[in-house]
């Protein structure tokens, strides 16, 4: 909507109209002033030394038109009215804006003379960019060990002429809720996001855990002076490979004698997307004379790939006929657990040795009298001169 204004004098007679009015290229406003004096009678004239000007402001920006020269003679008869026009183009990135003007003249004349005016023009509207209309992250869900791309599209350009992207990421945690977001990526004119290895992650302090998810946020820039809105990202799902048990075992011995041990070694395992910290090593027992198992215990955790078992050390009655078994698992790197490797039982042998009874041999346990009293004891068989223990 352009400006009007007109000015009337009686005394000497004439009027001063005014119209001005803007335009925008991008980022720079052009505000356009046409002036018109006019004698109110055909005899008039200007015969006096001296300009009249007009003039237009806006902060530092100014612009000025001549409409009577110093020496200049000035007749109706002649020039029944005199247009001028001036302009002026700065930066502007607003919408309406107040600006000034006036017409000047000599001291001591009044006709056509305008004094300081203030006007509020009306502007073309600076339009921000649109933000974007689509955000897709792939792949969704990805790796632990994976590098999503994050892509995005249907923004606007707005008044500039140019766009840009901002891009933001936040964290869940372990305890709920969100980080804040994190800028990752400026004013950058590609409409995708690479990002790191998940397992690289560092939101504020936060990194990776099993169950973590991230979400993106992206907004429009200018390269001027306006932004968008910000437009969310779906959640990015992580996902995290089970560790698995290990595959194969060796054990020293197909028996373990009552004081005596054996040596569970293992192989085959991984960490699945994490790497192995650490083995478990758990234990369980058979009680003969009760018919039962225990629960399992925890006996080893470590990196190693093997055990010596002393029964002794955690079995204090152990008897001839009673069983021990053991599993094996793996934690990885991420505190996630594989399931077990479960070795099959192994028989306890104690000082025993083989009777025929009725014509049929079982198996029984050495006993030696000492002082009276029956003591466990082991049997020996002397093979070639040379005794050894024997079962």
Do not use: H
Request: hydrophobic share 35%; aromatic share 16%.
């Amino acid at each position: 909507m352009a400006y009007y204004g007109s000015w009337s004098f009686t005394a000497p007679s004439g009027t001063t109209e005014v119209w001005i009015d803007a335009t925008r290229n991008r980022t720079n406003i052009t505000v356009n002033a046409t002036v018109k004096c006019t004698f109110k009678y055909s005899n008039d004239y200007i015969a006096y030394n001296g300009e009249i000007n007009f003039n237009m402001w806006r902060d530092a920006n100014s612009a000025s038109a001549n409409i009577k020269g110093y020496y200049d003679r000035w007749y109706a008869t002649n020039e029944w009215s005199r247009t001028r026009t001036c302009s002026m183009t700065f930066p502007w990135t607003g919408n309406n804006m107040y600006m000034g003007f006036n017409v000047t003249v000599p001291a001591g004349n009044s006709r056509f003379a305008v004094g300081n005016q203030e006007i509020l023009l009306d502007v073309p509207d600076y339009v921000s960019p649109g933000a974007p209309t689509w955000v897709s992250i792939n792949p969704n869900p990805c790796s632990i060990n994976g590098a999503p791309l994050i892509t995005w599209g249907g923004a606007s350009i707005g008044s500039s002429g140019s766009i840009s992207y901002d891009v933001n990421v936040r964290s869940s945690k372990p305890s709920g809720g969100w980080t804040n977001w994190l800028s990752i990526a400026a004013a950058q004119s590609s409409t995708s996001y690479q990002e790191t290895t998940l397992s690289r992650m560092n939101v504020f302090g936060q990194k990776p855990f099993v169950g973590v998810k991230y979400q993106y946020r992206i907004r429009s820039w200018d390269n001027y002076a306006a932004n968008s809105g910000w437009v969310n990202s779906p959640e990015l799902t992580v996902s995290f490979g089970n560790p698995t048990p290990p595959t194969s075992y060796v054990l020293s011995d197909n028996a373990i004698k009552k004081d005596g041990s054996v040596t569970i070694s293992w192989s085959g395992a991984s960490g699945g997307t994490g790497t192995i910290s650490a083995y478990q090593l758990e234990y369980r027992y058979y009680d003969a004379s009760r018919g039962s198992w225990s629960n399992y215990l925890l006996i080893y955790t470590a990196s190693g790939t093997s055990y010596t078992f002393n029964l002794a050390n955690f079995v204090s009655d152990a008897a001839n006929g009673d069983q021990v078994q053991f599993r094996i698992r793996v934690r990885n790197s991420w505190g996630q657990y594989s399931t077990y490797l479960t070795i099959p039982a192994l028989p306890v042998r104690g000082n025993q040795m083989w009777i025929k009874v009725n014509g049929t041999w079982v198996e029984g346990d050495t006993y030696l009298k000492v002082n009276g009293a029956w003591v466990e004891a082991t049997p020996y068989i002397k093979v070639n001169g040379s005794w050894y223990e024997t079962t």
